[in-house]
């Protein structure tokens, strides 16, 4: 098991054409716009109230505290990688933060729907009640505010839940969370303050998972539990619909079916999967437990083969937001939540970091620039929660949602977006991302600085200044994408061929020296697997690590008109003045004739007739960013 | 405009290979089974308490009434048409009707969820709460029972409730229902009972949809209507979802969107439209209104050529079981419900007797074979109440519905299949669908007796006994269907040429002979109009009346993975013993190879092959009658 360490957001400015204007719309709007959001749907009025020692009236989702932690959490980063100091983003994070732990109790314990509607139900309800998700928020969003600031005001109020709660699991209450979310976080805040501990109950809280009976119970033992309505019609009949298959519970929905080492498939919630499966990864890297390692490999083969969308997507159905079985993948149907995406991501990071094998920093590239960027409008205040492959024009991103957990998972994943550019581990350093900035790399003979310029996602050319103030010895790594066929490198204008396992490695003594790589980034038409039935006789077409679409608005045609095959000639034109600067891919297609339809509705085949006419695809990111309209990723393959 | 007459189910008697097994089927178990539901719903339950006066509880919809009426209605078809009395079928309806009559109130009215729930109440939400609808099935069942039997009984109950509402409307009560059926019943009543004023009821209602503002006022208005429950969460709410459009009333869900003569389209759930459009036809062959059937043929149009499955289905959104927008037709999601297309055949019957087009036979005739006939199960006893075109394997028919109006109206159209078969007009006689058995049809010099044998729809051979005692002079026209290319007729062994309009005319004066007809009855593949894009890249296979399909149970492979192409030969075999006997089509297909994709979900285009095998093919109509499994009606077109 490797221990790669990420070189930390703190330590990393990012500079690129692609991604600075996302970070800024992120930090001055969409961070902005949640706060507001936070006083809007009444989350912060919880707080207040539950601080105030008022109840009754808990507004929103019962897990609405997540949002402010989300947000802190975002915030928190923001103030990390600041150019300078932002007193008024300062204050706001203080004023939230005092809210925070104002509304704490005594004993640590800190949950506003609880506090406000039933006190004395605390840990009746671990399926659906979320103290242990909304706490594991907390505690994320604690060690990054300690980061950023140094500060402890947050970390406290952390600590002394976490403490808490290893008073109370699992002596006084013995079971796993509904979601997952607590055991990563538990793992950070051993990190941040050294109490092995917190990776003792992270551990507790997987092991426990599938072994207990303790959420079946509950939902069979529903009276006297928080949430309960005697009417039946409450979170807890809600989750009986997920927990029940055929009458008989069925833990699959929370990943409780079976205990991890006899999961085989990939089940259940996506979100919860990925914050379960990254937590488990977390905790292998503690303890060192390559069995773990080895179970997460197991369900990361089964995901990534069978259950993935081409965009990084995952979780086909909107029912249960879960994924289905094998290859059920479907285009207007598909689910694939921004957050589970995110989730993803959180999971890959940690699985290359136990590893150093690249696919994973190939899935995180495909799924941040496809399935997780798609999730947030190009001015930065309006949200997918599902992300679908095709449309018939009436699906639109949304201000906000009743239960608002995909757009504070973007605010926090692009605010923290430095850490996944570079990991070290002794004198190794991993080149996983390519996006420009410079970032600060601490290797075991000393740091070197990396100032990163490129052209992706456009172009595939990339050059890596590294200045080493002490003539450091160190072995770089630059990931080959998946999308590459063909790579050249030189250092300090010699070329270089030295490629290994998914990487270009440079072993050398650093001084002041200049890589450039150009990855080749042609345009490839790719098909699913012939299991898949949305994909079948249809190919998608991608670019370097973009996935593209066609949207009725930038062609003359419905865009299930068009037909492409195996070798249609894609030219790709860069156009600043479209959709914030993208580069668009145009073709001439097959359309079908309308002559002789006239009237016709059905018509023999053999009378119809096709022609030529050109076709223009765009990134499938910058979808529904001006009128709706039809789009399809997916296109007819004659 | 013409004045065709059907000859009356009492005076044909079906004799044919692929009918007969199914009316029988209808007769001897669905019709039987469908009674054991009228007693298990409560339906009848109801009656009997309202008729003793009891009160409250209800049970099932609340037009659960029209289910007793269908069934009264389908059983005395078979009273009708059966070859020998049937004493225990004659007792069960006459108990029915004798409950029916027991129930209702001394003023004519009747209706038992008013009696039993809101009596005060009647007349009040005339959007949702279906007492015309209701009547009109009351009225629908008591005209077949009397034409059965000669009785009365059901008929004197009829008439009583049809004056009440005559006496109401619109002097105490002034506007439409929000489901039509009593405009269409009243012109039956009036054809039966010679009253007039039947029909000027019937045109009143036809009138005033459109025009005025009862509907929206219900709405608006919601306290001291039947069906109001003070927390919203009622009828009437769950109406205004239907009815609203962005805030604003928009009756488009029942056709009082605007009047008929403005109607472009047609529009909103599908069933009623069906229903309204035949008692307009009704209205028009009474009153001899040119302009009535003008605005039906313009909608028969748009519905056509722009809003129709390929079976015949239509309405195709599941949300309101409505027509959406022109060319929207999905596959997978097809609601389709079998109600509509039964609406369908009522409509088009009436402009084929209005018209002498054959288009509207046409029309018959492939939603006969497709869209209803799929509706129900080789067994007769489970049910589909939308009809998809595709299916993942998780869709099946059902025993029942809570809204169980599809299994009764199929029972009633099978019932009176005969009457569909000939139209008669003066001295001329239209043979309109091609099905065994024998008529006496009456015309203008003398009766003529038909009996017809037929191989359709497994092949395209129909011999046409003719015997006439008197030698009586009369044309005949035999329906050339849609889907034949090339008729071939004798007369007496000698070849006739004499096509006309979509009919091969044979004017004579006959005695004793036969005519033998051979309509090409090859396999075609059928292509969607271009704008339709669930059909784009696809093709249908159609052989005479029947669309085929593809079922995972037939073939080695998922039914997606096959493609065909407009040249595709398919050759029919007759297999006896599969499907209760249908005549399968197989072909070469092309198909992936599953070469070079272990372990990827995605792959370059151009590294991927195809490969042929065989692919198997049976009629639309007996998908899901073996184990569910993945269905196609649409096949990829490479």
Same mark, same amino acid.
């Given at each position: 098991?490797?221990?790669? *360490?990420?070189?930390?957001? =703190?330590?990393?400015?990012?500079?690129?054409?692609?991604? @600075?204007?996302?970070?800024? =719309?992120?930090?001055? $709007? =969409?961070?902005?716009?949640?706060?507001?959001?936070?006083?809007?749907?009444?989350?912060?009025?919880?707080?207040?109230?539950?601080?105030?020692?008022? =109840?009754?009236?808990?507004?929103?989702?019962?897990?609405?505290?997540?949002?402010?932690? *989300?947000?802190?959490?975002?915030?928190s980063y923001v103030l990390a990688t600041a150019d300078e100091p932002d007193p008024e983003l300062i204050g706001r994070v203080d004023d939230v933060i005092n809210l925070v732990a104002a509304a704490q109790d005594d004993d640590g314990y800190l949950n506003t729907y609880f506090t406000l509607e039933e006190p004395d139900k605390r840990w009746t309800n671990l399926n659906t009640l979320h103290e242990l998700y909304c706490a594991g928020h907390l505690i994320e969003a604690a060690v990054a505010h300690h980061r950023a600031t140094g500060k402890t005001s947050l970390l406290d109020v952390a600590t002394a839940f976490a403490d808490h709660i290893d008073d109370v699991f699992p002596d006084e209450i013995d079971g796993a969370p509904g979601h997952?979310?607590?055991?990563?976080?538990? &793992?950070?805040?051993?990190? &941040? %303050?050294?109490?092995?501990?917190? $990776?003792?109950?992270?551990?507790?809280f997987i092991e426990i998972r599938g072994h207990d009976d303790r959420l079946e119970w509950e939902l069979d033992n529903p009276e006297g539990l928080a949430g309960y309505d005697p009417d039946g019609d409450d979170?807890?009949?809600?989750?009986?619909?997920?927990?029940?298959?055929?009458?008989?519970?069925?833990?699959?929905?929370?990943?409780?079916?079976?205990?991890?080492?006899?999961?085989?498939? !990939?089940?259940?919630?996506?979100?919860?999967?990925?914050?379960?499966?990254?937590? &488990?990864?977390? !905790?292998?890297?503690? %303890?060192?437990?390559?069995?773990?390692?080895a179970h997460l490999e197991r369900l990361w083969e089964n995901m990534t083969t069978k259950r993935l969308y081409i965009t990084g997507g995952i979780g086909s159905a909107h029912e249960g937001e879960r994924f289905t079985e094998d290859y059920d993948l479907p285009n207007e149907m598909a689910y694939a939540e921004t957050c589970a995406a995110i989730g993803s991501i959180f999971w890959n990071q940690r699985m290359l970091e136990l590893t150093g094998d690249p696919k994973y920093a190939d899935l995180i590239e495909r799924t941040l620039y496809n399935g997780v960027l798609a999730g947030v409008s190009l001015d930065g205040t309006e949200f997918f929660y599902d992300n679908r492959l095709a449309s018939d024009g009436s699906h639109s991103r949304s201000g906000w949602f009743h239960c608002a957990c995909c757009p504070p998972n973007v605010a926090r994943l692009f605010a923290s977006l430095g850490r996944y550019l570079y990991t070290v581990d002794g004198r190794d350093c991993y080149v996983n991302q390519y996006i420009g900035g410079t970032a600060s790399v601490p290797l075991e003979k000393g740091n070197l600085t990396l100032t990163q310029e490129t052209a992706l996602p456009w172009e595939g050319d990339v050059t890596l200044e590294v200045t080493a103030p002490n003539q450091t010895t160190a072995t770089l790594h630059l990931r080959i994408p998946e999308w590459c066929d063909d790579v050249s490198v030189t250092v300090n204008g010699e070329t270089v061929s030295t490629a290994d396992e998914g990487y270009v490695t440079l072993e050398r003594t650093w001084d002041d020296d200049r890589i450039s790589a150009t990855f080749d980034h042609s345009t490839t038409l790719v098909a699913g697997h012939p299991a898949v039935a949305a994909t079948a006789g249809r190919l998608a077409i991608t670019r370097g690590p973009l996935v593209y679409c066609l949207e009725t608005v930038d062609n003359d045609r419905p865009v299930h008109q068009y037909r492409i095959d195996s070798t249609t000639e894609f030219t790709p034109t860069h156009r600043s003045d479209l959709l914030e600067g993208v580069t668009i891919l145009e073709a001439d297609a097959t359309v079908p004739s309308?002559?002789?339809?006239?009237?016709?509705?059905?018509?023999?085949?053999?009378?119809?007739?096709?022609?030529?006419?050109?076709? %223009?695809a765009i990134p499938y990111y910058a979808w529904d960013n001006r009128d @709706?309209?039809?789009?399809? $990723?997916?296109?007819?393959?004659p």
């Amino acid at each position: 098991m490797r221990h790669m *360490k990420p070189v930390e957001p =703190t330590a990393v400015t990012i500079d690129d054409e692609f991604w @600075s204007p996302r970070l800024e =719309t992120n930090r001055d $709007v =969409t961070i902005e716009y949640q706060y507001d959001q936070l006083e809007s749907s009444g989350c912060l009025e919880n707080f207040r109230r539950a601080a105030a020692g008022e =109840t009754g009236d808990f507004e929103g989702m019962w897990f609405a505290d997540s949002d402010a932690y *989300k947000w802190l959490e975002a915030a928190s980063y923001v103030l990390a990688t600041a150019d300078e100091p932002d007193p008024e983003l300062i204050g706001r994070v203080d004023d939230v933060i005092n809210l925070v732990a104002a509304a704490q109790d005594d004993d640590g314990y800190l949950n506003t729907y609880f506090t406000l509607e039933e006190p004395d139900k605390r840990w009746t309800n671990l399926n659906t009640l979320h103290e242990l998700y909304c706490a594991g928020h907390l505690i994320e969003a604690a060690v990054a505010h300690h980061r950023a600031t140094g500060k402890t005001s947050l970390l406290d109020v952390a600590t002394a839940f976490a403490d808490h709660i290893d008073d109370v699991f699992p002596d006084e209450i013995d079971g796993a969370p509904g979601h997952q979310e607590i055991e990563l976080a538990l &793992v950070k805040l051993a990190r &941040v %303050t050294g109490e092995a501990r917190y $990776v003792d109950l992270a551990e507790y809280f997987i092991e426990i998972r599938g072994h207990d009976d303790r959420l079946e119970w509950e939902l069979d033992n529903p009276e006297g539990l928080a949430g309960y309505d005697p009417d039946g019609d409450d979170m807890i009949e809600g989750a009986r619909g997920v927990f029940w298959e055929d009458g008989e519970y069925d833990g699959t929905y929370a990943q409780a079916h079976a205990p991890l080492e006899e999961q085989e498939a !990939v089940e259940g919630h996506a979100v919860r999967a990925m914050y379960f499966f990254a937590g &488990v990864a977390d !905790v292998a890297a503690e %303890t060192g437990d390559e069995d773990l390692l080895a179970h997460l490999e197991r369900l990361w083969e089964n995901m990534t083969t069978k259950r993935l969308y081409i965009t990084g997507g995952i979780g086909s159905a909107h029912e249960g937001e879960r994924f289905t079985e094998d290859y059920d993948l479907p285009n207007e149907m598909a689910y694939a939540e921004t957050c589970a995406a995110i989730g993803s991501i959180f999971w890959n990071q940690r699985m290359l970091e136990l590893t150093g094998d690249p696919k994973y920093a190939d899935l995180i590239e495909r799924t941040l620039y496809n399935g997780v960027l798609a999730g947030v409008s190009l001015d930065g205040t309006e949200f997918f929660y599902d992300n679908r492959l095709a449309s018939d024009g009436s699906h639109s991103r949304s201000g906000w949602f009743h239960c608002a957990c995909c757009p504070p998972n973007v605010a926090r994943l692009f605010a923290s977006l430095g850490r996944y550019l570079y990991t070290v581990d002794g004198r190794d350093c991993y080149v996983n991302q390519y996006i420009g900035g410079t970032a600060s790399v601490p290797l075991e003979k000393g740091n070197l600085t990396l100032t990163q310029e490129t052209a992706l996602p456009w172009e595939g050319d990339v050059t890596l200044e590294v200045t080493a103030p002490n003539q450091t010895t160190a072995t770089l790594h630059l990931r080959i994408p998946e999308w590459c066929d063909d790579v050249s490198v030189t250092v300090n204008g010699e070329t270089v061929s030295t490629a290994d396992e998914g990487y270009v490695t440079l072993e050398r003594t650093w001084d002041d020296d200049r890589i450039s790589a150009t990855f080749d980034h042609s345009t490839t038409l790719v098909a699913g697997h012939p299991a898949v039935a949305a994909t079948a006789g249809r190919l998608a077409i991608t670019r370097g690590p973009l996935v593209y679409c066609l949207e009725t608005v930038d062609n003359d045609r419905p865009v299930h008109q068009y037909r492409i095959d195996s070798t249609t000639e894609f030219t790709p034109t860069h156009r600043s003045d479209l959709l914030e600067g993208v580069t668009i891919l145009e073709a001439d297609a097959t359309v079908p004739s309308l002559e002789g339809w006239d009237g016709k509705l059905y018509r023999q085949a053999d009378e119809t007739k096709t022609r030529t006419e050109p076709v %223009t695809a765009i990134p499938y990111y910058a979808w529904d960013n001006r009128d @709706s309209c039809p789009m399809r $990723v997916w296109i007819d393959w004659p």
